[in-house]
T-cell receptor
């Protein structure tokens, strides 16, 4: 079946612009996660959705970052007024309810802020 | 946020050798553990879950030591294709607050 998809695969933007990243999880997966990975670094947890609600937003780096999920499916991560330090690969993962279960990752969106 | 620590390596290992690395976790409430593999510029993919009794999948063996709060991964008869970064994950079942990835151990298998 189809895996997790993310779009765009690459995004180059200018400092100060807003960007929106999209994640389409595997059908039927109620849990959805956003992570950030900078070059040579580990995964940095950003936010977790269970259904449409986000019980844990503690990982969002600043108030410029926001995310939503609608219909228990597609999620968007929005970064406002992008900064150069926002450059990273943004990974989305989905899974069955609860974090005891395997997470399936999308291919990521590589964001470059000039 | 609870921590999961790994030796970043790189571990340089000749083809055919056995290699093992550990991962320590600080949250004693952690209940589920996984090893993920990440190839260069690719997304992480699940390698194997780690069960309390230890488990084996082909050339790969995972072990859990709750008393010392570490998990290990052993790779026997290493192949060139095993070269990757190995991430360990500990979860406590408390929502995303209990979901922590290590930064990964970089493994290079040399011909």
């Amino acid at each position: 079946g189809a895996g997790v998809s993310q779009s765009p695969s690459n995004k180059v933007t200018e400092k100060g612009k807003d960007v929106e990243l999209r994640c389409d999880p595997i059908s039927g997966h109620t849990a959805l996660y956003w992570y950030r990975q900078s070059l040579g670094q580990g995964l940095e947890f950003l936010i977790y959705f269970q259904g449409n609600s986000a019980p844990d937003k503690s990982g969002l780096p600043s108030d410029r970052f926001s995310a939503e999920r609608t219909g228990g499916s597609v999620s968007t991560l929005t970064i406002q007024r992008t900064q150069q330090e926002d450059s990273a690969v943004y990974l989305c993962a989905s899974g069955l309810a609860g974090d005891y279960n395997e997470q399936f990752f999308g291919p990521g969106t590589r964001l470059t802020v000039l | 946020r609870k921590e999961v620590e790994q030796d970043p390596g790189p571990f340089n290992v000749p083809e055919g050798a056995t290699v093992a690395f550990n991962c320590t976790y600080s949250n004693s409430a952690s209940q589920s553990f996984f090893w993920y593999r990440q190839d260069c510029r690719k997304e992480p993919k699940l390698l194997m879950s780690v069960y309390s009794s230890g488990n084996e999948d082909g050339r790969f063996t995972a072990q859990l030591n709750r008393a010392s709060q570490y998990i290990s991964l052993l790779i026997r008869d290493s192949k060139l294709s095993d070269s990757a970064t190995y991430l360990c994950v500990a979860t406590s079942g408390g929502g995303a607050d209990g979901l922590t990835f290590g930064k990964g151990t970089h493994l290079i298998i040399q011909p």
